[in-house]
């Protein structure tokens, strides 16, 4: 199986739950289920589930032991990425190629929506700390990469740096980290928390590599990217005046540092023992995506 092929199947995989999940959401008005439902199931790669999988598989996790923790981190993530699109945020039109969220249901039930993502990602995740003290962790690990020492941070400091003409290195690096590449790492540390720590610290690196890599090709997409296979508009960052990599560097130093973060996730993932190759496709397709 080649990797768009393992991709789309940790993809369809994880949607089985998803829809699940989503059948099972009776919440009044019908309105907030529709409008939870409707940026749950509007597309998406799913590569956070799938990233979970695959460290599962190369650690020896039972499936069943991470499935909720995949599906609480794609509801942190779509609810961040419906607050992120709101016109006090991004002000995005469109995500995953659709509308967005408050296009469609209006910026108070988008707000709601978002809440009742976080809200209920907690939810499952409290379920599962009954479990065992392992799972208690694997938890803690989430609900800090989400919070205010994590994408919260993230997203506070992408706000603050807007138009701000003293954005440098520094700053840029600590919205990489915590606004994307914390909730790149939770996928592959919670398995490694789930079988007793195995290359917990290398796992560890990797995602917040690989989330930096992830970040910086966004901001290149931002300016060489186009709609149709990116599904949200195109020359925002520059627009709103973000602190982005391409701002700093220009966009051949963006590659350039692109590359360098490529060659580190490759190095990182040659300390592990194991089939690492899902991953190493991973950071390739990663380098080199248009969506
Ligand atoms: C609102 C607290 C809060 C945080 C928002 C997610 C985020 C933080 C901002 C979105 C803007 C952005 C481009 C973030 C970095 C990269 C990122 C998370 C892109 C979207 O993730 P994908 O590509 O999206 O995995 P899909 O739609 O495939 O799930």
Redesign the pocket.
């Known amino acids: 199986m080649d990797f768009s092929e393992k991709l789309e199947k940790y993809a369809d995989e994880f949607n089985l739950i998803l829809n699940r999940f989503c059948d099972g959401l009776h919440c009044q008005p019908k309105i907030l289920a529709d409008s939870l439902k409707y940026s749950l199931q509007i597309?998406?790669?799913?590569?956070?589930p799938a990233m979970m999988f695959a460290a599962g598989e190369l650690l020896g996790v039972e499936r069943g032991k991470i499935e909720n923790f995949a599906l609480a981190l794609e509801l942190i993530?779509t609810y961040?990425?419906i607050?992120?699109d709101l016109p006090e945020?991004?002000n995005d039109d469109f995500?995953?190629g659709k509308p967005s969220n408050h296009k469609v249901f209006g910026a108070g039930n988008a707000i709601l929506a978002g809440d009742g993502l976080l809200n209920t990602a907690y939810s499952i995740l409290l379920a599962e700390c009954r479990k065992g003290a392992e799972y208690v962790s694997a938890a803690e690990f989430i609900c800090d990469c989400a919070g205010i020492y994590g994408?919260?941070a993230?997203?506070s400091a992408d706000l603050l740096y807007e138009k701000i003409e003293n954005c440098n290195e520094e700053i840029l690096g600590f919205i990489y980290e915590n606004?994307?590449a914390k909730?790149l790492t939770a996928p592959l540390v919670v398995p490694a928390i789930l079988s007793g720590g195995k290359y917990y610290s290398e796992l560890k690196l990797f995602g917040s590599s690989f989330g930096s890599l992830?970040?910086l090709t966004?901001d290149i997409l931002d300016v060489e990217g186009n709609f149709s296979t990116l599904g949200k508009s195109i020359g925002k960052d520059s627009q709103e005046g973000k602190c982005t990599a391409v701002k700093l560097f220009g966009l051949d130093g963006a590659k350039l540092r692109a590359d360098v973060l490529y060659d580190k996730c490759i190095k990182i993932l040659e300390g592990i023992e194991g089939d690492t190759d899902f991953f190493k496709q991973l950071v390739h397709f990663m380098l080199t995506r248009e969506s």
Do not use: A, E, N, P
């Open positions: 597309g998406g790669k799913r590569v956070r993530h961040s990425l607050h992120d945020m991004d995500r995953r994408m919260i993230g997203q606004k994307t909730m992830f970040q966004d």
